[in-house]
């Protein structure tokens, strides 16, 4: 099992610190991008801003929503 930070291909559990929802992601290129099945778009500006950070780490993400807030609980190489 792989650690350190985040690059293409990780799988990542977040948690919304407004909501506390978890949700988990896999980072992935734009032809498999399908945020139904978890599948996020390296370029989407989540997946930009998770690039690069580490478990524990928090990240503020401007979505058509307004900022969000995520901390990173797990990244997972499969």
Not at 26 to 34: R, S, T
């Amino acid at each position: 099992r792989l650690s350190g930070s985040i690059k293409f291909s990780a799988t990542i559990t977040i948690i919304d610190e407004d909501s506390e929802e978890e949700k988990v992601y896999q980072i992935v290129g734009e032809p498999e991008a399908n945020i139904e099945n978890n599948k996020l778009n390296v370029k989407s500006p989540l997946a930009r801003a998770l690039i690069g950070k580490e478990v524990g780490d928090s990240v503020e993400v401007k979505s058509p929503g307004g900022i969000k807030n995520y901390e990173i609980t797990d990244i997972e190489y499969i």
